[in-house]
C-alpha cells in the first residue's frame, strides 16, 4: 500500500474535524454570545425584528408579555414590549432596534 496517498487525506480529516474548535475558540463578548445563542449574527446593516425583540425580554426580565410594538425614538427604532414580570409588576421594555440592547433604566 501506498501511504504518500493516505497520510494527506488523514491530515485533512484531522484538520477539518478540529475547524469547529477553531470557530469557536474566538474571543466572543456577552451580548455577542446572547444573539448567537438565538442563532443570530448582527451586522450595522441588520436590525432585529419584533419576535426577536421579545424572545430577548422573555429571557431577560421573564414574566409574560402583554404587548409589543416598534416606534422610531430620537432618529433610532425601538421596539417596546409590555411585560407582566414575575413580581407582577407591568413593565414597558424599550429594545434597540439595531443591536438588541435593552434600554431599561433601574
Known amino acids: 500500500m501506498n501511504y504518500r496517498h493516505v497520510m494527506p487525506v488523514l491530515g485533512l480529516s484531522v ?9 469557536m475558540a474566538g474571543t466572543v463578548t456577552e451580548g455577542e454570545a446572547d444573539w448567537q445563542v438565538l442563532g443570530l449574527q448582527l451586522t450595522e446593516q441588520q436590525e432585529i425584528d419584533l419576535e426577536q425583540a421579545i424572545v430577548r ?3 431577560d426580565i ?3 408579555v402583554l404587548d409589543a410594538h416598534s416606534r ?12 407582566l414580570t414575575p ?14 440592547e435593552l434600554l431599561i433604566r433601574d
Open 15 to 23: 484538520l477539518c474535524a478540529g475547524a469547529p474548535a477553531l470557530l
Open 57 to 59: 425580554v422573555r429571557r
Open 62 to 64: 421573564g414574566g409574560q
Open 72 to 83: 422610531e425614538d430620537d432618529d433610532r427604532r425601538v421596539h417596546v414590549i409590555r411585560v
Open 87 to 100: 413580581q407582577g409588576h407591568i413593565r414597558l421594555v424599550p429594545v434597540d432596534a439595531n443591536t438588541g
